[in-house]
């Protein structure tokens, strides 16, 4: 089954301690979740490697998020929403929002 949600989609987090924030779509796992470039990021504390030279310290890291907590964001009514698949006269598949515009132009 074709993803209704993409790398480098811009999305919309729907639920959760990050609604309402919006990201880029870095990773789409297999396991049906996606990371989102600034949402959902926890503290990782990192031991000092003087073999490789890395330092300690603590570190931001991207967590995946359930791919049913995001929406893709549609630019022209400013919110998420739903997408389905279409397909055009000439053939070709295309994702469409529920509104009726492509997503991908």
Same mark, same amino acid.
């Given at each position: 089954?074709?993803?209704?949600?993409?790398?480098?989609?811009?999305v919309?987090?729907?639920?959760?301690?990050?609604?309402?924030?919006?990201?880029?779509?870095?990773?789409?796992?297999?396991?049906?979740?996606?990371?989102?470039?600034?949402?959902?990021?926890?503290?990782?504390?990192?031991?000092?490697?003087p073999?490789?030279?890395?330092? !300690?310290?603590?570190?931001?890291? %991207?967590?995946?998020? @359930?791919? +049913?907590? =995001?929406? *893709? &964001?549609?630019?022209?009514? #400013?919110? !998420?929403?739903?997408?389905?698949? %279409?397909?055009?006269? @000439?053939? +070709?598949? =295309?994702? *469409? &929002?529920?509104?009726?515009? #492509?997503?991908?132009?």
């Amino acid at each position: 089954m074709a993803n209704k949600i993409r790398k480098g989609d811009e999305v919309i987090v729907i639920t959760g301690k990050d609604k309402g924030r919006r990201g880029t779509v870095v990773q789409v796992l297999s396991d049906g979740r996606v990371e989102v470039e600034g949402v959902n990021l926890a503290k990782k504390h990192i031991k000092p490697n003087p073999n490789i030279g890395e330092p !300690g310290g603590i570190r931001d890291k %991207r967590m995946p998020l @359930d791919i +049913s907590n =995001v929406m *893709v &964001f549609n630019p022209k009514t #400013k919110k !998420g929403e739903r997408v389905g698949f %279409r397909v055009d006269k @000439d053939g +070709s598949k =295309v994702r *469409v &929002f529920a509104s009726g515009e #492509k997503v991908d132009i």
